[in-house]
């Protein structure tokens, strides 16, 4: 969906349609340096296709914001589950998504990461193509014992870069299971 504000703090309207031509969950903007806006979605993972699920995409967006210039490319993140992020650094594009919690020991070996962790690819083009580059950040249940999906946004501010996560974990409690 789109909402709309004629100021960055709001009040916000949401608009009765979504972009259309994007689909999926965990959408990502880049507005570069010459003015022209990306999106970046997608995720989920066909049964089978646990390495390269093929579900990411990316496009240019309309001088609207809710229209695609073109036909979104896609964008193959190696054990991709949901969450792209993109950012430039320099003249360097780099997406940034959270890996699915199917990686075998194979993508382990090749990949170095393991299941709901934030990786990153990068290209000289916000179209890419993409090449995988690493992990940049470890499941949180790595270091606090407890798993979980892993969503993350990386931006600059003051000059200075940050990465920010937010998980989801279950714990059972009797019967009851949060989220």
């Known amino acids: 969906g789109v909402a709309v504000s004629d100021k960055p703090e709001g009040p916000f309207k949401a608009e009765p349609d979504y972009i259309k031509g994007s689909y999926s969950i965990d959408p990502a903007v880049l507005m570069d340096d010459d003015g022209k806006a990306y999106i970046y979605f997608g995720g989920g993972v066909p049964q089978g296709k646990a390495a390269h699920p093929y579900t990411a995409r990316c496009a240019q967006l309309g001088d609207d914001m809710m229209s695609l210039v073109g036909v979104p490319t896609s964008i193959d993140p190696p054990y991709l589950f949901e969450d792209s992020g993109i950012h430039k ?10 890996t699915n919690f199917s990686v075998d020991q194979a993508g382990k070996d090749e990949y170095g990461f393991d299941n709901g962790e934030i990786c990153v690819m990068e290209s000289k083009n916000p179209l890419g193509p993409f090449t995988f580059k690493e992990r940049i950040l470890r499941n949180p249940g790595y270091y606090f014992g407890t798993g979980g999906n892993n969503h993350h946004a990386v931006f600059k501010f003051k000059d200075q870069w940050y990465i920010t996560i937010a998980r989801s974990e279950e714990r059972r409690v009797g019967k009851e299971c949060r989220s």
């Open 89 to 98: 650094f320099g003249d360097t594009y780099y997406y940034t998504y959270c």
